[in-house]
């Protein structure tokens, strides 16, 4: 078995992880959304131009309803994401979004496509859950409130959708232009409620960080992402994107200067522990059956 899919959605989660802290550069009183809006906007249209260029795309052909729901599935978990996180605070908030979003994953792959997610999985995706919730247990503010709880639930679940409509995307139509033209169509989804506008990129010292976060955090990432969707199980996928977290935390700790406690370290080290028992565990059980089925 290939472990390289495995290793792009991995590189994607890392891209991910890179942008809490990326933000921290912006000037403050932005909109999350409207950061959102002007990201997708860069990382989509930059590449919409390049597959134009190279006519990569035939708008009579194009698999529009799954580009349409890919595009409106990732705005609305980012904008339900920044909501939670407003009544919850981050640590929450990102726990119930990010923790859930695998377990969701997998119902819609079983009960929507008939895909019923194997053991390693569920073995993988526990250790990742409960060191996704050691991690961030000790950090930031522990608020628990009953509609930002549903909100992050929400925003799980559409990223979810997001990954199981973007695999059928790609089942249809090449990686490249697949991510441009679902984030042009997200950017166009976000922008006229962003209520900040776009003039602040141009401002002091916001435009290299929007770029870093356009091209590398969305562009270059949701191709990673994208790329290993396509050879692995959209359950998976969402597994191993876990790994979002631990990067934004690790990156907290090494440029940030922040501390984690010896509880969060052990969420690092489980959170580790799922991925390594996602991307081995999956190898071992699919040569098994190779073997079986061979004799």
Same mark, same amino acid.
């Given at each position: 078995?290939?472990?390289?899919?495995?290793?792009?959605?991995?590189?994607?989660?890392?891209?991910?992880?890179?942008?809490?802290?990326?933000?921290?550069?912006?000037?403050?009183?932005?909109?999350?959304?409207?950061?959102?809006?002007?990201?997708?906007?860069?990382?989509?249209?930059?590449?919409?131009?390049?597959?134009?260029?190279?006519?990569?795309?035939?708008?009579?052909?194009?698999?529009?309803?799954?580009?349409?729901?890919?595009? &409106?599935?990732?705005? #609305? /978990?980012?904008? !339900? $994401?920044? =909501? @939670?996180?407003? %009544?919850?605070?981050?640590?929450? *908030?990102?726990?119930?979004?990010?923790?859930?979003?695998?377990?969701?994953?997998?119902?819609?792959?079983?009960?929507?496509?008939?895909?019923?997610?194997?053991?390693?999985?569920?073995?993988?995706?526990?250790?990742?859950?409960?060191?996704?919730?050691?991690?961030?247990?000790?950090?930031?503010?522990?608020?628990?409130?009953?509609?930002?709880?549903?909100?992050?639930?929400?925003?799980?679940?559409?990223?979810?959708?997001?990954?199981?409509?973007?695999?059928?995307?790609?089942?249809?139509?090449?990686?490249?232009?697949?991510?441009?033209?679902?984030?042009?169509?997200?950017?166009?989804?976000?922008?006229?409620?962003?209520?900040?506008?776009?003039?602040?990129?141009?401002?002091?010292?916001? &435009?290299?960080?929007? #770029? /870093?976060?356009? !091209? $590398?955090? =969305? @562009?270059?990432? %949701?191709?990673?992402?994208?790329? *290993?969707?396509?050879?692995?199980?959209?359950?998976?996928?969402?597994?191993?994107?876990?790994?979002?977290?631990?990067?934004?935390?690790?990156?907290?700790?090494?440029?940030?200067?922040?501390?984690?406690?010896?509880?969060?370290?052990?969420?690092?080290?489980?959170?580790?522990?799922?991925?390594?028992?996602?991307?081995?565990?999956?190898?071992?059980?699919?040569?098994?059956?190779?073997?079986?089925?061979?004799?």
């Amino acid at each position: 078995m290939n472990i390289l899919p495995y290793i792009f959605v991995l590189l994607a989660a890392m891209l991910w992880g890179t942008v809490g802290t990326t933000q921290t550069f912006l000037r403050e009183g932005i909109s999350p959304i409207a950061v959102a809006g002007v990201r997708s906007a860069i990382g989509g249209g930059v590449l919409l131009i390049a597959v134009l260029i190279m006519r990569k795309i035939n708008f009579k052909k194009w698999s529009w309803k799954w580009t349409v729901f890919a595009a &409106l599935t990732i705005a #609305l /978990f980012q904008c !339900l $994401f920044f =909501t @939670s996180v407003r %009544y919850t605070g981050v640590a929450v *908030g990102t726990v119930v979004t990010i923790g859930s979003s695998p377990v969701f994953s997998g119902i819609i792959e079983w009960l929507l496509f008939k895909r019923r997610p194997n053991r390693v999985w569920g073995i993988a995706t526990l250790l990742a859950i409960i060191g996704c919730i050691l991690l961030f247990v000790t950090r930031g503010d522990t608020t628990i409130h009953p509609l930002g709880i549903l909100l992050a639930l929400c925003a799980g679940s559409m990223f979810a959708l997001y990954t199981n409509c973007s695999k059928k995307l790609t089942e249809r139509e090449e990686t490249l232009p697949s991510v441009a033209m679902t984030f042009t169509l997200c950017a166009l989804f976000l922008l006229p409620f962003s209520g900040s506008g776009v003039s602040w990129v141009l401002e002091g010292q916001n &435009l290299w960080p929007m #770029l /870093f976060m356009g !091209l $590398f955090a =969305t @562009s270059l990432a %949701y191709i990673f992402y994208l790329a *290993g969707l396509e050879k692995i199980s959209s359950s998976s996928a969402v597994t191993l994107s876990l790994a979002e977290p631990l990067t934004a935390a690790l990156l907290g700790v090494f440029l940030v200067g922040e501390y984690l406690s010896p509880m969060s370290w052990m969420g690092v080290l489980l959170l580790l522990g799922g991925i390594l028992v996602l991307t081995i565990g999956s190898r071992k059980t699919v040569k098994y059956l190779k073997d079986a089925s061979s004799q």
